[in-house]
């Protein structure tokens, strides 16, 4: 092979090894939201008759522009401001797609996190949730009634919760969306100590399979013995 070829051969491999990288370097619903994002920034980049992609001397500027819009109150129906969190998120996805398609660092400027700093300031603060501690297990426990199907539901969906670690879209709707990664009935099923399904009365561990991350988790669920 002459060094011609080998050196167009090196940069179809490189450019391969990119192509694989860029497509793996987010998770699923991280490039989900990124995508939408784009499209507001599109939407809203048409509205100013901008183009969509930006370039290291409007960027800073138009960036701010968009930003203050969010936090007006656009994109949403509710015409509820964006907090500073999703603004920066949504600032994030454009820069990606930049870096991913255009092969371009956008650089924040004095300007930008000024603007940014100040609606951070100006948004409303962040609500911590506070951990679900065993004493309010059993005190939620001891007030339910089981023999009401929608109270006997109500434990089980915060035990699921508590003993298996999940976030609420990973077991439960979200309005009308259930998340591919969510639980399902097929994935769950009374156990014994050795793993195996069983009948519920020979259970003593519930077994819940995550077919999204290919792991198995096991516990023991006060109530549902």
């Known amino acids: 092979m002459d060094t011609e070829s080998a050196r167009s051969a090196f940069r179809r491999s490189m450019q391969l090894l990119g192509s694989l ?9 991280t490039t989900t939201t990124y995508i939408r994002h784009w499209g507001q ?18 960027a800073s500027k138009r960036l701010a522009y968009y930003a203050t819009y969010c936090w007006i109150g656009g994109w949403n ?12 998120l949504k600032l994030a996805s454009i820069c ?13 400027s004095p300007k930008l996190d000024l603007v940014l700093q100040s609606i951070k300031r100006l948004s409303a603060p962040r609500h911590k949730k506070q951990p679900l501690t065993p004493p309010f297990l059993r ?8 023999s009401k199907p929608r109270q006997h539901l109500l434990w089980g969906s915060v035990s699921i919760g508590y003993f298996f670690l999940l976030r609420r879209t990973e077991f ?10 969510g639980l399902k009935t097929i994935n769950a099923f009374f156990s014994d100590d050795n793993g195996k399904m069983v009948a519920r009365n020979a259970a003593t561990s519930v077994t819940i399979v995550s077919k999204e991350k290919r792991t198995t988790s096991s516990a023991a669920v006060p109530g549902e013995r």
């Open 21 to 29: 990288r860029s497509q793996n370097d987010l998770a699923n619903s």
């Open 41 to 58: 920034w599109c939407r809203f980049a048409t509205r100013m008759n901008w183009m969509r992609w930006l370039t290291p001397e409007n």
């Open 77 to 88: 129906s509710h015409h509820i401001r964006n907090q500073h969190s999703t603004i920066k």
């Open 96 to 108: 990606w797609f930049h870096r991913r398609y255009k092969n371009l660092v956008l650089r924040t």
């Open 139 to 146: 005190t939620l426990y001891l007030s339910l009634d089981m």
């Open 172 to 181: 439960l709707k979200t309005g009308k969306t259930r998340r591919l990664f």
